[in-house]
Every structure is written in structure tokens, then in C-alpha cells.
């Protein structure tokens, strides 16, 4: 399977300030998506990053709040902007490598704004 | 959002025991997904599933995809310490919207 690493893996950061989350895959994969998981909480899709196109977001999660950017098949962002303490929460990269295969993930980026 | 009906939601037995916990849909899928995710870490796949009444065994653990398509099963048998974490299972249904959905997850403590 893919090797995922994100970065940082931890960090704690101002209200109101933005955290900008990297994800990269050792191989090239299809399909790439960021969650959110609260803590003590099950896994939530923030949105599926697109290849060279505006990535597709969930309901309740909006492009201005959650940039995310995919310039090629091997790595992605995400930004968690203008923070307030209700992000804090863990940041997970997933991937499929392709169409209709598992999904694996990355370690998480686990965030605490204060 | 939608979430599969896990259970029990958490567990706590003895080094040894063998271990079993279940997901339920209203809904059919055409992929389940058994993950464990350990403190600090993302969720690492266990099992995949993508047959209806497939039985799959990694290891100590085996899991199921029911006959309904609404259902599966992780059994873990002989549980040693460092099954503890949390298990969570993903359902995929076919089709353009094949976005995973996910159980609340399973919270599992062993007793060495």
C-alpha cells in the first residue's frame, strides 16, 4: 500500500491565525480526501481533493474555512482558516491509490487551537 | 451525516478472550471496511470485504460481509494486549457516490 506521511504531525495555534497541512504519497494515487475526527469521535469527510480542480466538499464544510489544494497525483493541502478552539480536532489524509480499492490513511495532524 | 450502527461501543475482557462486534445499515453497500486506529495515529485497514457473505480472515481476526449487504462482523479470537484500540468499521456503496461511511467505532481494553 501507499506510504502517506503528513505534516506536522501535532501543533497547537492561535485563534484566528491558519494551519496549513501537508499530505504526501510515496506512489500516485487516484483519489485523495481530507477528514476530521473530534475528539472520542468517529472519522468525518471534510471533501475529496481534485486534481488540478476545486476540491469537492461535504455539507457543511466550505471552501473559505477549508482550502485544499491537489497540484498533482502525489500530494495535497488543506488549511484550516481563521481557527477558533471548535477546530481543534485530528486532520487525517486518506487515499486511494485506485478506483474501488481500500482507502489508507495518513498518521493524522492533531491540532489544538487556543 | 449518515453513520453504520456499531456495537457494542466499547469493550473491555481478559487476555485470551475472543472478541466480536458488529455494523448495521439501514442501507446496502458493495464494500465494508474493518480499521484499527491506535492512539495518536490514523486508522490502519484490517480487512476488506466486497462480496456479499465473504468471510475473510487476516491473522486472529476474521470478518464477514452479511448476506443483506446491510451488515458485518470482526471477530477477533485469543486477544493479546496489544489489540487494544479503537475498531471502526466503513461501509462504500457503488456508483458515483462512493463516499465511505462510517460505525462510531469500538473501544477495545484488554486485561493482560
Known amino acids: 500500500s501507499a506510504v502517506i506521511s503528513q505534516k506536522p504531525s501535532r501543533d497547537i495555534c492561535q485563534r484566528g491565525t491558519s494551519l496549513t497541512i501537508q499530505c504526501q504519497v510515496d506512489s500516485q494515487v487516484t483519489m485523495m480526501f481530507w477528514y476530521r475526527q473530534q475528539p472520542g469521535q468517529s472519522l468525518t469527510l471534510i471533501a475529496t481533493a481534485n486534481q488540478g480542480s476545486e476540491a469537492t466538499y461535504e455539507s457543511g464544510f466550505v471552501i473559505d474555512k477549508f482550502p485544499i489544494s491537489r497540484p498533482n497525483l502525489t500530494f495535497s493541502t488543506l488549511t484550516v482558516s481563521n481557527m477558533s478552539p471548535e477546530d481543534s480536532s485530528i486532520y487525517l489524509c486518506?487515499?486511494?491509490?485506485?478506483?474501488?480499492?481500500?482507502?489508507?490513511f495518513g498518521q493524522g495532524t492533531r491540532l489544538t487551537v487556543v | 451525516g449518515q453513520q453504520l450502527n456499531q456495537s457494542p461501543q466499547s469493550m473491555f475482557i481478559q487476555e485470551g478472550e475472543d472478541v466480536s462486534m458488529n455494523c448495521t445499515s439501514s442501507s446496502i453497500f458493495n464494500t465494508w471496511l474493518w480499521y484499527k486506529q491506535d492512539p495518536g495515529e490514523g486508522p490502519v485497514l484490517l480487512i476488506a470485504?466486497?462480496?456479499a457473505g465473504e468471510l475473510t480472515s487476516n491473522g486472529r481476526l476474521t470478518a464477514q460481509f452479511g448476506i443483506t449487504r446491510k451488515d458485518s462482523f470482526l471477530n477477533i479470537s485469543a486477544s493479546i494486549p496489544s489489540d487494544v484500540g479503537i475498531y471502526f468499521c466503513?461501509?462504500?456503496?457503488?456508483?458515483?457516490?462512493?463516499?465511505?461511511?462510517w460505525g462510531l467505532g469500538t473501544s477495545l481494553a484488554v486485561n493482560p
Open positions: 466503513a461501509g462504500q456503496r457503488a456508483g458515483n457516490n462512493r463516499k465511505l461511511i
Open positions: 486518506s487515499v486511494e491509490e485506485q478506483l474501488n480499492t481500500e482507502a489508507f
Open positions: 470485504l466486497y462480496k
